[in-house]
């Protein structure tokens, strides 16, 4: 019989355990956590990332570092990790709550991560104008400036040479040159803060990418010190959990004279004296001497580069630190420019709300010799033996009759020693500070507080010996000491905000209020007849002579900015992009009344091949329209333009000396900003899986306000004032082409790039209404950089029609045979009615000449197989007119005398009438043929090999059983080749520009705007090998 009660008794308490399990799974299928982690690639961090909950609107989105945080996961939820251009990926939970992912990329061209000022975002998210550069790409071009590497890589950034000499940065113009007076340099960003140094300052082994904001509505964010665009630049810093990794950086090598001047020879020289009559030979001249003085003035000069870093990170935290030496030398004897460098940074969370770090960067560099060029070598004649009979170098030769000068060799000028010294030295410290906190209860906001301290410091001392650089051994030694400090702070308060909602639509919002302030002074005094060398310029108080205080070089600077901003971005499914900003700044510098300014900036992007009906077209993977419109201002003028300016006068009453002020400049209380109003239409592309991608851009840039100095007649005893007037316009279009030729076949990648752009600059109005200031060569309808001068159409040959009608010989006199072979130029009057002009050549027959070029750009192309690989970087520029005051008369080298040396050229005889250069013995002016600047314009076109470079990494099989995760070494050559330049083709030199363009001249200067190639420094051609290590 069975029992029944126990049957049921076990039937039931199966059926009470059934439903306590299945309780305990209901609860356990319930439970919710709180889920974090990194979202990352084989690169690193991918901030913006989405992370939802699978079947729900629940989502949050990765910081900067890459991590994030997602609330109300059940335990045995699915998360959905996403990004545009990465596969997505889907992860069980399973009760952890910890989850880090590394996403996997799909396209090359949209996983890029662009920073954008306060924030990063996707490429695709991106609606302004931005450039972008990795650190693997600068670090293509071993150098010790980043500008270096950065010419002719990115489009619409021209980077030129202002200087040839060791240490030197180049000039940045981001989309052409905007203000007559003020600065038209670009902010420069260091890891998210505004930076007071010189980009020079930032090590390129340190820099992870570049991203350079160019239009109005990117560069809004920054306000008025945006005015110019925006260069952002993110360091290398350690990964959270990454354990300590060590990196060696070095290179070195020889640098040499691209090409020496093209001088004459003892034999030419002796032919053109001849020819000219103007000069006899000296008493140390001889004919059949044929001194190189180049040669004897030139030297190869070394180059060293080390950096040592080490970066890792524990569970909450990161950290960087590194340590930097590079010294380049100068062809030139006594020049070079050496650099130390300290950086270091931190970042550690607290807890799970609050973030703390820290960077500084700290660089001491020392410049010898900046006033050594091959000037004077250059101004020495062919014909004297600079060594006596017994070879030992002269002190001071004689040259046609009436030039002596000091022997200048780079024998000379070593064996100086104390007597010589021209040494600068700066320290410089930019440190910042940050302090985060994830705000309770409100997923995605953010307070963070950026506070920078910045202080720079230099020493310059100069000192010449007795009788240094002088024919007369008796002239007095004289010493100059200057110094210079600044120190700059800085306080900006942020509230981000950034949510996706729904999966689809995502939000970001940025606040800004900031103060920021500088102070800086400088002084400099000199006195002659130091006692001894030995006291050079470190005790110049041991002298003969009175100190020298010049007011002018006295000055002592101090100025403010306080801002607001807010910046509002907004997209729906990777599809739509709006972003808004505005900003309002308030800055000492001007006027009760001006300070403050308010601009706005918006643009939107439309990715088209995210649409449902684009999906069919396989070809196109990637298609998205910008547009954009911003206003900014700038306000880079003295700060205390308004003010006005007093100067000194002695004055002598009898017996008495005194000193009166005076007026030289009238304060402007109406003083106000310069405006910009940009608009920007981009394109951006990908075809072929994203094998061939790009952009192309227009950009057109209205400047009103200028600030320009206006002249006031002389009657009036003051020379003029500040004031608000004149337009400028700028626009243009950029085009940016990558593709990938070959993609891993058997081993083999090779992929090239491509860039071009073109601005046209001009001056649309100057004040009162005129259309040209001939003192300050601004025209109206012209570009800003513009030379105004004769135009020069041939030489006068015998039997030109009415030759003494348009020229007059050097007495006055209508002398045919005197102008045969001298400089014709552009006559731009009347004729008569048998064809002869009616007036002879004068001032007004002078052409307005623009010499900016026609479009620009560069090239990159590079090959990797197995461990080699093969880079080359290349530029071009067509058009424009390039200045060399060597051929022109500004240097007194090419005067066509006899006096002293002259230039290799060929020159006008009666044998010789096609030549390009004019007769010697023709029309002169002064001690110059008449027209003789115009020779000195040339056709600014090139086309340049910047770098090769060949590069093997050693099998990381083999270098990891030795504890090395990677080993590369390369050799590179750097301005190898030049070609399409008719100024290499003439001079055999580099035609790309060594000085601005007041400096080494002696007449017919230009304006510094105008960038020249002058006596500076001369180029070189570089020689390195270089050595990657991590471990």
């Not at 001194?291 to 960087?320: A, M």
């Not at 700066?426 to 500070?433: E, Q, R, W």
């Not at 009166?660 to 009238?666: D, P, Q």
């Amino acid at each position: 019989m069975t029992n029944y009660f126990v049957t049921s008794k076990s039937k039931h308490f199966k059926c009470f355990a059934f439903l306590i399990l299945m309780f305990v799974i209901s609860l356990q299928s319930s439970a919710q956590t709180t889920v974090k982690g990194m979202i990352s690639d084989k690169n690193g961090p991918i901030p913006g990332a989405n992370v939802n909950l699978k079947g729900s609107a629940n989502g949050a989105s990765s910081d900067f570092d890459g991590k994030y945080s997602i609330k109300d996961v059940p335990s045995n939820g699915v998360l959905v990790f996403s990004f545009v251009g990465y596969k997505t990926k889907e992860i069980s939970v399973s009760g952890r709550s910890s989850i880090d992912v590394v996403l996997e990329d799909e396209s090359n061209t949209l996983k890029e991560i662009v920073v954008i000022g306060y924030g990063a975002v996707r490429k695709e998210a991106v609606t302004g104008s931005v450039a972008t550069i990795g650190g693997k790409e600068l670090s293509e071009f071993a150098s010790g400036n980043v500008t270096q590497a950065l010419q002719a890589r990115l489009p619409g950034v021209e980077l030129t040479q202002t200087s040839t000499k060791p240490g030197a940065s180049m000039q940045i113009r981001i989309r052409g040159t905007r203000s007559l007076t003020a600065s038209n340099d670009p902010l420069i960003v260091l890891d998210g803060v505004p930076f007071a140094g010189s980009i020079g300052d930032i090590n390129p082994v340190d820099i992870k990418s570049l991203d350079i904001l160019k239009d109005a509505s990117a560069t809004a964010i920054y306000g008025s010190r945006g005015a110019n665009g925006v260069v952002l630049i993110t360091t290398n810093k350690g990964r959270k959990g990454q354990k300590a990794k060590f990196t060696y950086n070095g290179f070195g090598g020889i640098k040499n004279v691209f090409g020496e001047y093209p001088m004459m020879n003892g034999n030419q020289f002796a032919a053109l004296r001849d020819v000219t009559k103007l000069y006899s030979d000296g008493r140390d001249e001889v004919r059949g001497v044929n001194t190189d003085w180049q040669g004897l003035l030139y030297d190869s000069g070394q180059i060293i580069s080390h950096d040592v870093s080490v970066s890792g990170g524990s569970e909450g935290g990161s950290y960087t630190g590194g340590l930097g030496y590079y010294k380049e030398e100068s062809v030139l004897p006594g020049q070079s420019y050496e650099r130390f460098s300290l950086r270091a940074s931190l970042d550690q969370e607290i807890g799970t709300a609050f973030r703390i770090g820290f960077t500084t960067n700290n660089n001491y560099a020392i410049t010898n010799g900046d006033n050594i060029g091959p000037g004077a070598a250059l101004g020495m004649s062919p014909l004297v033996n600079p060594y006596d009979a017994n070879g030992n170098l002269k002190r001071t030769v004689n040259m046609g009759l009436i030039d002596d000068k000091w022997v200048y060799t780079r024998e000379s000028i070593n064996a100086l020693g104390e007597k010589y010294i021209n040494l600068n030295r700066a320290f410089s410290s930019y440190n910042n500070i940050f302090a985060e906190l994830k705000i309770p209860g409100i997923d995605g906001l953010k307070y963070r507080l950026n506070s920078g301290l910045n202080f720079r410091a230099t020493n310059n001392g100069y000192y010449e010996g007795q009788g240094v650089f002088d024919v007369n051994a008796a002239t007095l030694s004289n010493a100059s000491i200057s110094n210079f400090m600044s120190t700059q702070w800085l306080l900006e308060n942020l509230i981000t905000y950034d949510k996706t909602f729904a999966e689809k639509h995502t939000i970001n919002f940025v606040g800004l209020y900031s103060n920021e302030s500088y102070t800086g002074n400088n002084s400099r005094i000199a006195r002659n007849g130091i006692t001894s060398d030995a006291f050079q310029f470190y005790n110049i108080g041991q002298s003969e002579e009175p100190i020298t205080i010049t007011p002018s070089e006295q000055d002592y600077t101090k100025w403010g900015l306080r801002s607001y901003m807010a910046r509002l971005m907004y997209s729906y499914d990777n599809r739509y992009f709006i972003s808004g900003t505005i900003r309002s700044d308030g800055s000492s510098r001007l006027a009760e009344g001006e300070k403050w300014v308010t601009y706005p900036a918006v643009s939107a992007g439309w990715t088209i091949s995210n649409e449902s009906f684009m999906k069919n077209i396989t070809w196109l993977n990637s298609l998205k329209l910008r547009a954009g419109y911003g206003e900014t201002s700038n306000q880079s003028v003295d700060p205390y333009a308004t003010l006005g300016t007093l100067s000194t006068r002695p004055y002598n009453f009898g017996t008495t000396n005194s000193t009166g002020v005076y007026v030289t400049e009238l304060p402007n209380p109406a003083l106000g900003w310069e405006y910009s109003k940009t608009m920007n239409y981009g394109v951006d592309f990908g075809f072929f899986n994203s094998r061939l991608t790009g952009t192309v851009e227009y950009y057109n840039t209205q400047t009103e306000n200028l600030l320009q100095r206006v002249a006031l007649p002389t009657t009036s005893g003051v020379s003029g004032y500040t004031a608000n007037v004149g337009a400028t316009e700028n626009k243009g279009y950029e085009i940016s082409l990558n593709g990938v030729i070959l993609d891993n076949p058997n081993g083999l990648t090779w992929t090239v790039g491509f860039n071009l752009y073109a601005n046209q600059n001009q001056i649309t109005s100057l004040a009162s209404g005129k259309d040209r200031d001939e003192s300050n060569l601004w025209f109206v309808g012209h570009n800003i950089a513009s030379i105004y001068d004769y135009e020069k159409v041939g030489l006068w040959q015998e039997g030109d029609a009415f030759m003494s009608n348009y020229e007059a010989g050097p007495t006055g006199v209508n002398q045919a045979g005197t102008v045969v072979g001298s400089i014709k130029v552009k006559y731009t009057g009347e004729y008569n009615a048998d064809g002869s002009p009616t007036r002879r050549i004068d001032a007004t027959d002078r052409q307005i000449i623009d010499t900016d070029p026609d479009f620009q750009g560069g090239f990159n192309t590079n090959l990797t197989y197995k461990g080699f690989d093969f880079n080359a970087v290349g530029a071009f520029k067509s058009g424009g007119v390039l200045v060399s005051t060597l051929y022109g008369s500004a240097s007194y080298l090419n005067l066509l005398n006899g006096r002293s040396s002259n230039v290799d050229v060929d020159y006008w005889t009666p044998t010789n009438t096609g030549a390009d250069f004019p007769n010697p013995n023709g029309v002169r002016s002064g001690d110059n043929p008449k027209y003789m600047s115009t020779m000195g314009y040339f056709d600014a076109s090139y086309l340049k090999i910047r770098s090769i470079t060949l590069g093997y990494t050693l099998q990381q099989d083999f270098m990891k059983t030795v504890g090395i995760d990677k080993l590369r070494v390369y050799a590179s050559v750097q301005n190898p080749f030049v070609f399409f330049s008719p100024y290499h083709d003439m001079s055999g030199m580099d035609p790309e520009t060594n000085s601005v363009g007041d400096q080494n001249q002696a007449v017919n200067s230009y304006p510094s705007r105008i960038l020249v190639i002058g006596t500076n420094t001369p180029s070189t051609r570089n020689f390195l090998m270089g050595l990657n290590l991590t471990f």
